[in-house]
Protein backbone atom coordinates (compact mmCIF):
# COMPACT_ATOMS: atom_id res chain seq x y z
CA UNK A 1 0.00 0.00 0.00
CA UNK A 2 2.37 2.42 1.27
CA UNK A 3 4.84 2.26 -2.65
CA UNK A 4 0.99 2.22 -3.93
CA UNK A 5 0.76 5.38 -2.48
CA UNK A 6 3.93 6.46 -3.71
CA UNK A 7 3.83 5.78 -7.31
CA UNK A 8 0.97 7.65 -7.05
CA UNK A 9 1.91 10.89 -5.24
CA UNK A 10 4.99 10.89 -8.45
CA UNK A 11 2.32 10.28 -10.68
CA UNK A 12 0.28 13.35 -9.21
CA UNK A 13 3.19 15.88 -9.64
CA UNK A 14 3.97 15.37 -13.12
CA UNK A 15 0.64 16.24 -14.17
CA UNK A 16 0.08 19.88 -15.31
CA UNK A 17 -2.05 22.03 -13.22
CA UNK A 18 -4.67 22.27 -15.69
CA UNK A 19 -5.30 18.89 -16.54
CA UNK A 20 -4.94 18.07 -12.29
CA UNK A 21 -8.22 20.00 -11.92
CA UNK A 22 -10.03 17.97 -14.64
CA UNK A 23 -8.75 14.47 -13.36
CA UNK A 24 -10.70 12.64 -10.89
CA UNK A 25 -9.04 11.90 -7.45
CA UNK A 26 -9.80 10.46 -4.39
CA UNK A 27 -11.53 13.97 -2.41
CA UNK A 28 -8.16 13.76 -0.01
CA UNK A 29 -6.54 14.71 -3.02
CA UNK A 30 -8.31 16.93 -4.50
CA UNK A 31 -8.25 18.90 -1.43
CA UNK A 32 -4.53 18.73 -1.37
CA UNK A 33 -4.57 20.27 -4.83
CA UNK A 34 -6.22 22.96 -4.49
CA UNK A 35 -4.66 24.15 -1.64
CA UNK A 36 -1.28 23.76 -3.14
CA UNK A 37 -2.72 25.52 -6.34
CA UNK A 38 -3.98 28.59 -4.75
CA UNK A 39 -0.98 29.28 -2.52
CA UNK A 40 0.34 32.14 -4.39
CA UNK A 41 -2.51 34.69 -4.82
CA UNK A 42 -2.41 36.17 -1.31
CA UNK A 43 1.28 36.60 -2.42
CA UNK A 44 0.75 38.44 -5.74
CA UNK A 45 -1.92 40.38 -3.83
CA UNK A 46 0.26 41.62 -1.13
CA UNK A 47 2.42 42.78 -4.04
CA UNK A 48 -0.02 44.81 -5.68
CA UNK A 49 -0.85 46.80 -2.37
CA UNK A 50 2.49 46.74 -1.97
CA UNK A 51 3.25 48.60 -5.49
CA UNK A 52 -0.19 50.46 -5.57
CA UNK A 53 0.62 52.15 -1.83
CA UNK A 54 4.53 52.97 -3.08
CA UNK A 55 3.03 54.71 -6.17
CA UNK A 56 0.71 56.94 -4.00
CA UNK A 57 3.36 57.59 -1.59
CA UNK A 58 6.12 58.55 -4.35
CA UNK A 59 3.40 60.30 -6.15
CA UNK A 60 2.37 62.58 -3.52
CA UNK A 61 6.08 63.41 -2.33
CA UNK A 62 6.77 64.44 -5.65
CA UNK A 63 3.86 66.54 -5.65
CA UNK A 64 4.67 68.30 -2.09
CA UNK A 65 7.72 68.77 -3.23
CA UNK A 66 7.64 70.43 -6.41
CA UNK A 67 4.85 72.38 -4.24
CA UNK A 68 7.22 73.72 -1.58
CA UNK A 69 10.45 73.84 -3.55
CA UNK A 70 10.08 74.25 -7.22
CA UNK A 71 6.69 76.77 -6.88
CA UNK A 72 4.60 73.98 -8.61
CA UNK A 73 6.52 73.99 -11.84
CA UNK A 74 6.05 70.26 -12.81
CA UNK A 75 2.59 70.72 -11.73
CA UNK A 76 2.01 73.78 -13.92
CA UNK A 77 3.42 72.05 -17.02
CA UNK A 78 1.32 68.42 -16.39
CA UNK A 79 -1.79 71.19 -16.23
CA UNK A 80 -0.23 72.76 -19.63
CA UNK A 81 0.60 69.66 -21.25
CA UNK A 82 -3.15 68.08 -20.23
CA UNK A 83 -5.26 71.30 -21.03
CA UNK A 84 -3.81 72.06 -24.45
CA UNK A 85 -3.93 68.45 -25.77
CA UNK A 86 -7.55 68.49 -25.09
CA UNK A 87 -7.90 71.81 -26.65
CA UNK A 88 -5.71 70.22 -29.69
CA UNK A 89 -8.24 67.14 -29.88
CA UNK A 90 -11.60 68.72 -29.76
CA UNK A 91 -10.39 70.85 -32.40
CA UNK A 92 -9.17 67.69 -34.62
CA UNK A 93 -12.32 66.32 -33.91
CA UNK A 94 -15.07 68.99 -33.91
CA UNK A 95 -13.38 71.42 -36.83
CA UNK A 96 -15.87 70.43 -39.33
CA UNK A 97 -18.52 71.98 -41.65
CA UNK A 98 -21.39 70.09 -39.99
CA UNK A 99 -19.88 71.33 -36.39
CA UNK A 100 -20.67 74.41 -34.48
CA UNK A 101 -17.68 76.48 -34.84
CA UNK A 102 -18.27 79.29 -32.43
CA UNK A 103 -18.94 76.84 -29.58
CA UNK A 104 -15.66 74.83 -30.34
CA UNK A 105 -13.62 78.82 -30.35
CA UNK A 106 -15.95 79.62 -26.97
CA UNK A 107 -14.82 76.59 -24.62
CA UNK A 108 -10.90 76.24 -25.69
CA UNK A 109 -10.51 80.24 -24.95
CA UNK A 110 -12.58 79.76 -21.85
CA UNK A 111 -10.01 76.47 -21.00
CA UNK A 112 -7.47 78.44 -22.68
CA UNK A 113 -7.83 81.78 -20.24
CA UNK A 114 -8.12 79.17 -16.95
CA UNK A 115 -4.76 78.01 -17.70
CA UNK A 116 -3.38 81.17 -18.14
CA UNK A 117 -5.10 81.76 -14.94
CA UNK A 118 -3.86 79.47 -12.92
CA UNK A 119 -0.71 79.23 -14.07
CA UNK A 120 0.23 82.56 -14.05
CA UNK A 121 3.66 84.18 -14.08
CA UNK A 122 4.87 83.61 -17.96
CA UNK A 123 1.70 82.38 -19.16
CA UNK A 124 0.10 85.79 -18.34
CA UNK A 125 2.90 87.34 -20.18
CA UNK A 126 2.20 85.18 -23.19
CA UNK A 127 -1.65 85.79 -22.55
CA UNK A 128 -1.06 89.79 -22.94
CA UNK A 129 1.10 89.45 -26.22
CA UNK A 130 -1.84 87.33 -27.34
CA UNK A 131 -4.15 89.86 -26.14
CA UNK A 132 -2.64 92.83 -28.01
CA UNK A 133 -2.51 90.97 -31.27
CA UNK A 134 -5.95 89.12 -30.95
CA UNK A 135 -7.05 90.53 -34.24
CA UNK A 136 -5.61 86.97 -35.95
CA UNK A 137 -7.72 84.89 -33.40
CA UNK A 138 -11.29 84.17 -33.70
CA UNK A 139 -13.86 86.79 -31.80
CA UNK A 140 -14.76 84.31 -28.98
CA UNK A 141 -10.73 84.43 -27.81
CA UNK A 142 -10.57 88.27 -28.51
CA UNK A 143 -13.60 88.90 -25.81
CA UNK A 144 -12.00 86.29 -23.37
CA UNK A 145 -8.72 87.71 -23.63
CA UNK A 146 -10.04 91.54 -23.17
CA UNK A 147 -8.81 91.97 -19.24
CA UNK A 148 -5.76 89.65 -19.11
CA UNK A 149 -3.78 92.74 -18.05
CA UNK A 150 -6.01 92.56 -14.07
CA UNK A 151 -4.26 88.97 -13.70
CA UNK A 152 -1.06 89.97 -12.26
CA UNK A 153 -0.11 88.02 -9.67
CA UNK A 154 1.33 88.81 -5.97
CA UNK A 155 3.29 87.03 -3.45
CA UNK A 156 2.81 86.88 0.30
CA UNK A 157 5.72 89.14 1.69
CA UNK A 158 7.28 85.74 3.64
CA UNK A 159 8.21 84.97 -0.36
CA UNK A 160 9.81 88.38 -1.39
CA UNK A 161 11.08 88.13 2.40
CA UNK A 162 12.97 85.42 1.53
CA UNK A 163 14.23 86.73 -1.84
CA UNK A 164 15.14 89.37 -0.20
CA UNK A 165 17.80 87.95 1.73
CA UNK A 166 19.44 85.52 -0.92
CA UNK A 167 19.87 88.75 -3.01
CA UNK A 168 21.28 91.08 -0.47
CA UNK A 169 22.19 88.82 2.85
CA UNK A 170 20.31 87.97 5.99
CA UNK A 171 20.59 91.20 7.17
CA UNK A 172 19.35 93.09 4.21
CA UNK A 173 16.12 95.31 6.73
CA UNK A 174 19.47 96.66 8.09
CA UNK A 175 20.43 98.56 4.48
CA UNK A 176 17.08 100.19 4.99
CA UNK A 177 15.40 102.26 7.30
CA UNK A 178 11.51 100.97 6.13
CA UNK A 179 10.12 98.70 3.65
CA UNK A 180 6.52 98.36 2.61
CA UNK A 181 5.65 94.61 2.98
CA UNK A 182 2.84 95.61 0.92
CA UNK A 183 3.17 95.97 -2.34
CA UNK A 184 2.29 98.87 -4.46
CA UNK A 185 2.07 97.60 -7.51
CA UNK A 186 2.72 93.82 -9.28
CA UNK A 187 3.05 92.54 -12.71
CA UNK A 188 3.49 89.04 -14.44
CA UNK A 189 7.19 88.87 -13.83
CA UNK A 190 7.75 91.14 -10.64
CA UNK A 191 5.98 93.32 -8.20
CA UNK A 192 6.98 96.70 -6.33
CA UNK A 193 7.75 97.83 -2.78
CA UNK A 194 7.80 101.42 -1.42
CA UNK A 195 11.40 101.67 0.71
CA UNK A 196 13.22 104.23 2.64
CA UNK A 197 17.43 104.61 2.20
CA UNK A 198 19.10 104.77 5.62
CA UNK A 199 20.04 108.29 4.28
CA UNK A 200 16.02 109.08 3.97
CA UNK A 201 15.70 108.84 0.28
CA UNK A 202 12.61 107.22 -0.70
CA UNK A 203 12.80 104.02 -3.43
CA UNK A 204 11.19 101.40 -4.85
CA UNK A 205 12.14 97.65 -4.91
CA UNK A 206 11.11 95.96 -8.23
CA UNK A 207 11.12 92.51 -6.79
CA UNK A 208 10.98 89.06 -8.74
CA UNK A 209 8.35 86.48 -8.49
CA UNK A 210 9.98 84.20 -6.56
CA UNK A 211 8.45 81.34 -8.63
CA UNK A 212 9.73 82.87 -11.96
CA UNK A 213 13.05 81.00 -11.27
CA UNK A 214 12.07 77.72 -10.80
CA UNK A 215 9.30 77.94 -13.87
CA UNK A 216 11.04 79.60 -16.48
CA UNK A 217 13.37 77.05 -18.12
CA UNK A 218 10.12 74.47 -18.12
CA UNK A 219 7.72 77.31 -18.91
CA UNK A 220 9.64 78.07 -22.29
CA UNK A 221 9.98 74.33 -23.01
CA UNK A 222 6.40 73.77 -22.99
CA UNK A 223 5.63 76.90 -25.07
CA UNK A 224 7.81 76.08 -27.53
CA UNK A 225 7.11 72.19 -28.18
CA UNK A 226 3.38 72.97 -27.67
CA UNK A 227 3.49 75.79 -30.72
CA UNK A 228 5.60 72.79 -32.70
CA UNK A 229 3.07 70.01 -32.02
CA UNK A 230 0.13 73.07 -32.98
CA UNK A 231 2.11 73.49 -36.26
CA UNK A 232 2.41 70.04 -37.07
CA UNK A 233 -1.24 69.13 -36.72
CA UNK A 234 -2.65 72.11 -38.22
CA UNK A 235 -0.02 72.81 -40.60
CA UNK A 236 0.06 76.19 -39.57
CA UNK A 237 3.16 78.20 -39.20
CA UNK A 238 3.13 78.80 -35.33
CA UNK A 239 6.96 78.18 -34.30
CA UNK A 240 8.97 80.17 -36.55
CA UNK A 241 9.67 82.99 -34.01
CA UNK A 242 9.59 80.56 -31.28
CA UNK A 243 13.31 80.99 -30.60
CA UNK A 244 13.20 84.49 -31.12
CA UNK A 245 10.58 85.11 -28.76
CA UNK A 246 12.21 82.79 -25.85
CA UNK A 247 15.10 84.39 -25.59
CA UNK A 248 13.78 88.45 -25.40
CA UNK A 249 11.56 86.49 -22.42
CA UNK A 250 14.96 84.78 -20.61
CA UNK A 251 16.43 88.91 -21.13
CA UNK A 252 13.34 89.91 -19.57
CA UNK A 253 13.52 87.84 -16.41
CA UNK A 254 17.19 89.04 -16.03
CA UNK A 255 16.92 91.90 -14.01
CA UNK A 256 20.84 92.98 -14.88
CA UNK A 257 19.32 93.21 -18.64
CA UNK A 258 16.84 95.67 -17.61
CA UNK A 259 19.44 97.29 -15.54
CA UNK A 260 21.99 97.75 -18.46
CA UNK A 261 18.81 98.67 -20.67
CA UNK A 262 17.87 101.55 -18.36
CA UNK A 263 21.33 103.16 -18.57
CA UNK A 264 21.26 102.69 -22.46
CA UNK A 265 18.04 104.32 -22.73
CA UNK A 266 19.15 107.25 -20.03
CA UNK A 267 22.33 108.27 -21.91
CA UNK A 268 20.34 108.20 -25.55
CA UNK A 269 17.98 110.27 -23.92
CA UNK A 270 20.53 112.72 -22.30
CA UNK A 271 22.63 113.25 -25.50
CA UNK A 272 19.19 113.97 -27.65
CA UNK A 273 16.74 117.11 -27.90
CA UNK A 274 14.53 114.99 -24.94
CA UNK A 275 17.42 115.96 -22.30
CA UNK A 276 14.83 116.97 -19.41
CA UNK A 277 11.79 116.72 -21.36
CA UNK A 278 12.08 112.88 -20.88
CA UNK A 279 14.26 110.79 -17.88
CA UNK A 280 14.97 107.45 -16.82
CA UNK A 281 14.68 106.77 -12.83
CA UNK A 282 17.73 106.81 -10.76
CA UNK A 283 19.33 103.41 -10.12
CA UNK A 284 20.99 102.12 -7.19
CA UNK A 285 23.63 99.28 -8.00
CA UNK A 286 24.14 98.31 -4.54
CA UNK A 287 20.82 96.82 -3.94
CA UNK A 288 20.46 95.42 -7.27
CA UNK A 289 20.90 91.63 -8.71
CA UNK A 290 19.81 89.92 -11.12
CA UNK A 291 16.13 89.31 -9.07
CA UNK A 292 15.74 92.68 -7.77
CA UNK A 293 16.29 96.39 -8.92
CA UNK A 294 16.15 99.36 -6.02
CA UNK A 295 15.37 102.91 -8.38
CA UNK A 296 14.45 106.44 -7.41
CA UNK A 297 10.71 106.44 -6.40
CA UNK A 298 8.93 108.48 -8.79
CA UNK A 299 6.42 111.45 -7.46
CA UNK A 300 3.53 111.59 -10.20
CA UNK A 301 0.82 110.25 -12.57
CA UNK A 302 0.90 107.15 -14.21
CA UNK A 303 -0.53 107.21 -18.12
CA UNK A 304 -3.01 104.38 -16.92
CA UNK A 305 -4.80 107.26 -15.01
CA UNK A 306 -6.03 109.16 -17.83
CA UNK A 307 -9.01 111.19 -15.91
CA UNK A 308 -6.27 112.10 -13.30
CA UNK A 309 -4.23 113.55 -15.93
CA UNK A 310 -6.70 115.69 -17.77
CA UNK A 311 -8.28 116.92 -14.51
CA UNK A 312 -4.70 118.12 -13.95
CA UNK A 313 -2.80 120.91 -15.06
CA UNK A 314 -0.31 118.52 -17.46
CA UNK A 315 0.12 119.61 -21.33
CA UNK A 316 -1.70 116.67 -22.72
CA UNK A 317 -0.74 117.75 -26.44
CA UNK A 318 3.14 118.55 -25.11
CA UNK A 319 3.45 115.26 -23.45
CA UNK A 320 1.71 112.86 -25.96
CA UNK A 321 4.05 114.62 -29.04
CA UNK A 322 7.04 114.31 -27.14
CA UNK A 323 5.96 110.44 -26.11
CA UNK A 324 5.36 109.51 -29.96
CA UNK A 325 8.45 111.86 -31.20
CA UNK A 326 10.40 110.06 -28.88
CA UNK A 327 9.55 106.72 -29.84
CA UNK A 328 10.12 107.44 -33.61
CA UNK A 329 13.22 108.47 -33.15
CA UNK A 330 14.05 105.33 -30.85
CA UNK A 331 12.96 103.40 -34.46
CA UNK A 332 14.56 105.47 -36.94
CA UNK A 333 17.77 107.28 -35.69
CA UNK A 334 18.95 105.11 -32.33
CA UNK A 335 17.97 101.62 -33.33
CA UNK A 336 17.01 100.54 -29.64
CA UNK A 337 13.86 100.90 -28.26
CA UNK A 338 11.10 99.88 -25.21
CA UNK A 339 9.23 97.55 -26.45
CA UNK A 340 6.38 97.66 -24.09
CA UNK A 341 4.79 101.29 -24.18
CA UNK A 342 2.17 100.34 -22.17
CA UNK A 343 0.54 103.15 -20.11
CA UNK A 344 1.25 102.14 -16.64
CA UNK A 345 5.27 102.24 -17.86
CA UNK A 346 4.84 106.36 -18.61
CA UNK A 347 4.30 108.91 -15.23
CA UNK A 348 4.69 112.61 -16.10
CA UNK A 349 5.99 114.44 -13.08
CA UNK A 350 6.56 118.12 -12.02
CA UNK A 351 10.15 119.49 -11.65
CA UNK A 352 11.60 122.07 -9.55
CA UNK A 353 11.26 124.94 -12.33
CA UNK A 354 7.31 123.55 -12.29
CA UNK A 355 8.09 122.38 -16.01
CA UNK A 356 6.41 119.17 -16.87
CA UNK A 357 8.49 115.43 -17.40
CA UNK A 358 8.00 112.46 -18.40
CA UNK A 359 10.02 109.35 -16.66
CA UNK A 360 9.75 106.37 -18.70
CA UNK A 361 10.18 102.89 -16.80
CA UNK A 362 10.39 99.22 -16.76
CA UNK A 363 12.96 98.52 -19.69
CA UNK A 364 12.31 94.75 -19.29
CA UNK A 365 12.01 94.52 -22.87
CA UNK A 366 13.76 96.42 -25.19
CA UNK A 367 14.87 95.52 -28.55
CA UNK A 368 18.35 96.99 -30.77
CA UNK A 369 18.19 97.04 -34.51
CA UNK A 370 20.31 96.04 -37.02
CA UNK A 371 21.59 98.82 -39.38
CA UNK A 372 19.89 96.84 -42.63
CA UNK A 373 16.85 96.56 -40.98
CA UNK A 374 16.43 100.22 -39.92
CA UNK A 375 17.52 100.89 -43.66
CA UNK A 376 14.38 98.74 -44.82
CA UNK A 377 11.70 99.79 -42.45
CA UNK A 378 12.39 103.56 -43.63
CA UNK A 379 12.23 102.11 -47.31
CA UNK A 380 9.16 100.78 -46.37
CA UNK A 381 7.47 103.66 -44.77
CA UNK A 382 9.16 105.80 -47.20
CA UNK A 383 7.24 103.78 -49.97
CA UNK A 384 4.05 103.72 -48.44
CA UNK A 385 4.17 107.15 -48.19
CA UNK A 386 5.30 107.71 -51.72
CA UNK A 387 2.91 104.94 -52.94
CA UNK A 388 5.47 103.15 -54.24
CA UNK A 389 3.44 99.70 -54.48
CA UNK A 390 6.81 97.96 -56.34
CA UNK A 391 9.12 99.43 -53.79
CA UNK A 392 6.57 97.48 -51.05
CA UNK A 393 6.13 94.13 -52.92
CA UNK A 394 10.11 94.12 -52.92
CA UNK A 395 10.25 94.55 -49.46
CA UNK A 396 8.04 91.40 -48.58
CA UNK A 397 10.13 89.43 -50.67
CA UNK A 398 13.03 90.59 -49.03
CA UNK A 399 11.52 89.78 -45.85
CA UNK A 400 10.57 86.03 -47.09
CA UNK A 401 6.98 86.85 -47.76
CA UNK A 402 5.13 85.06 -50.46
CA UNK A 403 1.37 86.99 -50.03
CA UNK A 404 2.74 90.10 -51.24
CA UNK A 405 -0.50 91.86 -52.32
CA UNK A 406 -1.81 91.00 -48.72
CA UNK A 407 1.51 92.85 -47.42
CA UNK A 408 0.96 95.30 -49.64
CA UNK A 409 -2.39 96.28 -49.15
CA UNK A 410 -2.44 96.13 -44.90
CA UNK A 411 0.79 97.95 -45.05
CA UNK A 412 -0.51 101.12 -47.09
CA UNK A 413 -3.98 100.41 -46.72
CA UNK A 414 -5.02 100.14 -50.39
CA UNK A 415 -6.00 97.47 -52.76
CA UNK A 416 -4.35 98.93 -55.29
CA UNK A 417 -1.70 96.57 -56.89
CA UNK A 418 -3.98 93.58 -55.23
CA UNK A 419 -5.18 91.34 -57.87
CA UNK A 420 -9.33 90.40 -57.95
CA UNK A 421 -9.47 92.07 -54.07
CA UNK A 422 -13.08 92.96 -54.08
CA UNK A 423 -14.11 89.86 -55.94
CA UNK A 424 -12.37 88.19 -53.19
CA UNK A 425 -14.28 89.64 -50.19
CA UNK A 426 -17.11 89.85 -51.72
CA UNK A 427 -16.99 85.75 -51.75
CA UNK A 428 -15.28 86.04 -48.45
CA UNK A 429 -18.81 87.36 -46.51
CA UNK A 430 -20.43 84.49 -48.43
CA UNK A 431 -19.12 81.90 -46.64
CA UNK A 432 -20.05 80.03 -43.74
CA UNK A 433 -18.12 80.48 -40.29
CA UNK A 434 -16.62 77.50 -40.74
CA UNK A 435 -14.99 78.54 -44.09
CA UNK A 436 -14.25 81.34 -43.07
CA UNK A 437 -11.73 80.03 -40.92
CA UNK A 438 -10.07 77.66 -43.38
CA UNK A 439 -9.31 80.81 -45.73
CA UNK A 440 -7.51 82.38 -42.43
CA UNK A 441 -5.74 79.12 -41.91
CA UNK A 442 -4.91 78.98 -45.80
CA UNK A 443 -3.72 82.89 -46.17
CA UNK A 444 -1.76 81.98 -42.79
CA UNK A 445 -0.09 78.31 -44.58
CA UNK A 446 0.84 80.96 -47.54
CA UNK A 447 2.01 83.89 -45.83
CA UNK A 448 5.48 83.18 -45.85
CA UNK A 449 7.78 82.20 -48.36
CA UNK A 450 10.85 81.78 -46.14
CA UNK A 451 10.51 82.34 -42.45
CA UNK A 452 13.82 82.26 -41.69
CA UNK A 453 14.00 85.95 -43.74
CA UNK A 454 11.63 87.21 -41.62
CA UNK A 455 12.97 89.91 -39.16
CA UNK A 456 11.94 88.82 -35.83
CA UNK A 457 11.60 92.43 -34.08
CA UNK A 458 9.35 93.30 -36.70
CA UNK A 459 6.09 91.69 -34.83
CA UNK A 460 7.58 93.61 -31.35
CA UNK A 461 7.52 96.94 -33.49
CA UNK A 462 4.31 96.09 -34.95
CA UNK A 463 2.75 95.10 -31.00
CA UNK A 464 4.38 98.77 -29.93
CA UNK A 465 3.28 100.68 -32.24
CA UNK A 466 -0.62 99.22 -31.99
CA UNK A 467 0.22 100.54 -28.32
CA UNK A 468 1.27 104.33 -29.38
CA UNK A 469 -2.26 104.45 -31.32
CA UNK A 470 -4.18 103.06 -28.60
CA UNK A 471 -2.25 105.22 -25.91
CA UNK A 472 -3.03 108.25 -28.73
CA UNK A 473 -6.70 107.09 -29.01
CA UNK A 474 -7.03 107.08 -25.02
CA UNK A 475 -6.46 110.69 -24.54
CA UNK A 476 -8.80 111.47 -27.48
CA UNK A 477 -6.58 111.71 -30.47
CA UNK A 478 -4.96 114.80 -30.12
CA UNK A 479 -1.55 114.61 -31.61
CA UNK A 480 -1.00 113.30 -35.46
CA UNK A 481 0.75 110.78 -34.78
CA UNK A 482 1.68 109.75 -38.11
CA UNK A 483 2.86 113.01 -38.25
CA UNK A 484 5.35 112.88 -36.17
CA UNK A 485 6.42 109.55 -37.78
CA UNK A 486 6.79 111.15 -41.20
CA UNK A 487 8.86 113.91 -39.97
CA UNK A 488 11.42 111.65 -37.78
CA UNK A 489 11.77 109.83 -41.20
CA UNK A 490 12.26 112.84 -42.82
CA UNK A 491 14.92 113.78 -40.49
CA UNK A 492 16.79 110.28 -40.50
CA UNK A 493 17.02 110.40 -43.99
CA UNK A 494 18.55 113.26 -43.93
CA UNK A 495 21.21 113.17 -40.86
CA UNK A 496 21.88 109.91 -40.60
CA UNK A 497 24.70 108.18 -41.79
CA UNK A 498 23.38 104.95 -42.27
CA UNK A 499 20.22 105.70 -44.10
CA UNK A 500 21.69 109.24 -46.06
CA UNK A 501 22.52 107.00 -48.45
CA UNK A 502 18.65 107.96 -49.99
CA UNK A 503 18.68 111.25 -51.53
CA UNK A 504 14.35 110.94 -52.94
CA UNK A 505 13.69 113.24 -50.12
CA UNK A 506 16.06 115.89 -50.60
CA UNK A 507 14.94 118.89 -52.80
CA UNK A 508 14.32 118.07 -56.19
CA UNK A 509 17.03 119.79 -58.72
CA UNK A 510 17.75 119.28 -62.20
CA UNK A 511 19.80 116.16 -61.51
CA UNK A 512 17.04 114.38 -60.11
CA UNK A 513 15.49 111.82 -62.42
CA UNK A 514 11.98 112.36 -63.53
CA UNK A 515 11.30 109.80 -61.51
CA UNK A 516 12.81 111.08 -58.03
CA UNK A 517 10.67 114.15 -59.03
CA UNK A 518 7.61 112.68 -59.03
CA UNK A 519 8.25 110.35 -56.30
CA UNK A 520 8.90 113.91 -53.99
CA UNK A 521 5.98 114.74 -55.54
CA UNK A 522 3.56 112.12 -53.89
CA UNK A 523 6.04 112.15 -50.71
CA UNK A 524 4.63 115.80 -50.04
CA UNK A 525 1.04 115.47 -51.05
CA UNK A 526 0.56 112.41 -49.16
CA UNK A 527 1.87 114.38 -46.47
CA UNK A 528 -0.27 117.19 -46.91
CA UNK A 529 -3.42 114.86 -47.20
CA UNK A 530 -2.45 113.20 -43.94
CA UNK A 531 -2.62 116.63 -41.98
CA UNK A 532 -5.59 117.63 -43.88
CA UNK A 533 -7.26 114.59 -42.72
CA UNK A 534 -6.09 114.44 -38.70
CA UNK A 535 -7.42 118.66 -39.03
CA UNK A 536 -10.64 117.72 -40.78
CA UNK A 537 -11.22 115.14 -37.76
CA UNK A 538 -10.00 116.78 -35.11
CA UNK A 539 -12.48 119.44 -36.44
CA UNK A 540 -15.29 117.60 -36.71
CA UNK A 541 -15.22 115.77 -33.37
CA UNK A 542 -15.06 119.63 -31.95
CA UNK A 543 -18.35 120.64 -33.33
CA UNK A 544 -20.09 117.18 -33.01
CA UNK A 545 -18.68 117.96 -29.21
CA UNK A 546 -20.38 121.39 -28.78
CA UNK A 547 -24.06 119.76 -29.57
CA UNK A 548 -23.39 116.53 -27.36
CA UNK A 549 -22.71 114.38 -29.94
CA UNK A 550 -19.41 112.01 -30.82
CA UNK A 551 -18.18 111.33 -34.14
CA UNK A 552 -15.00 109.59 -34.88
CA UNK A 553 -11.51 110.96 -34.40
CA UNK A 554 -8.58 109.97 -36.44
CA UNK A 555 -7.48 107.46 -34.80
CA UNK A 556 -11.11 105.40 -35.16
CA UNK A 557 -10.91 106.21 -38.62
CA UNK A 558 -7.84 104.37 -39.13
CA UNK A 559 -9.21 101.85 -37.36
CA UNK A 560 -12.43 101.04 -39.59
CA UNK A 561 -10.19 100.99 -42.74
CA UNK A 562 -7.60 98.31 -40.90
CA UNK A 563 -11.02 96.47 -39.80
CA UNK A 564 -11.95 96.62 -44.14
CA UNK A 565 -8.61 95.64 -44.58
CA UNK A 566 -9.11 92.74 -42.72
CA UNK A 567 -12.11 91.58 -43.27
CA UNK A 568 -11.15 91.10 -46.81
CA UNK A 569 -8.67 88.81 -46.09
CA UNK A 570 -11.08 86.72 -44.11
CA UNK A 571 -10.64 88.16 -40.17
CA UNK A 572 -13.83 88.18 -38.71
CA UNK A 573 -13.40 91.50 -37.10
CA UNK A 574 -16.05 94.21 -35.76
CA UNK A 575 -15.86 97.30 -34.38
CA UNK A 576 -14.28 97.40 -31.12
CA UNK A 577 -12.04 94.11 -31.88
CA UNK A 578 -8.81 96.27 -32.37
CA UNK A 579 -9.52 97.56 -28.63
CA UNK A 580 -9.87 101.29 -29.36
CA UNK A 581 -13.41 100.68 -27.74
CA UNK A 582 -12.45 99.51 -24.99
CA UNK A 583 -9.07 101.17 -24.22
CA UNK A 584 -10.27 102.92 -21.06
CA UNK A 585 -11.40 99.82 -19.75
CA UNK A 586 -8.97 97.47 -20.38
CA UNK A 587 -5.84 99.40 -19.16
CA UNK A 588 -7.15 100.96 -15.78
Not at 429 to 458: A, G, T
Request: charged share 25%.
Amino acid sequence: MILLEASRLRILTRIPRASFRATNFAPGYISRSFSTASSGKPKAKGKFVKFVAFFLATGSFAYYADNKWAHSAVTRTVRSLSVLTSILIDYKLHFNVDDDISSLHERSATKLLELIVSNKGLYVKVGQIMALQSAIFPKEFREKFRHLYDQAPRDDWSEVDGLLAKELGNDYREKFSSIEEIPIASASIAQVHEATLLDGTKVILKVQHPAIAHQLELDLFTFKNVLRLYEWVFEVPLSFSADYIIGEMRKEVDFKVEYNNTTTFGNLVNNSEFKGIISVPQLYPAFSTSRLITMEYIEGISLVNSEAIKASSFDVHQLLEVLIRCYAKQIYSWGFFHADPHPGNFIVRRQGDNSQQLVVIDFGLCISLTDDFRRTYSDLWRAILELDYDKLAAISKKWGIQSTDMFVAMTSMSTRGVKDLEERAEKIKNLSNYEKQLVIRDNLVNFFENSDKFPQCLSFIARSMRMIQLLNYKYGSTVNRLKIFNDELTKALKEDIVLSVRSNLDKPSFRLSLLQVYRYAVFTIVKLVINLMFNFYRLRSAIFAKFNKQANTFEQQLEAQMLNMGNNFGLQLEKGDLFLDNANNDWK
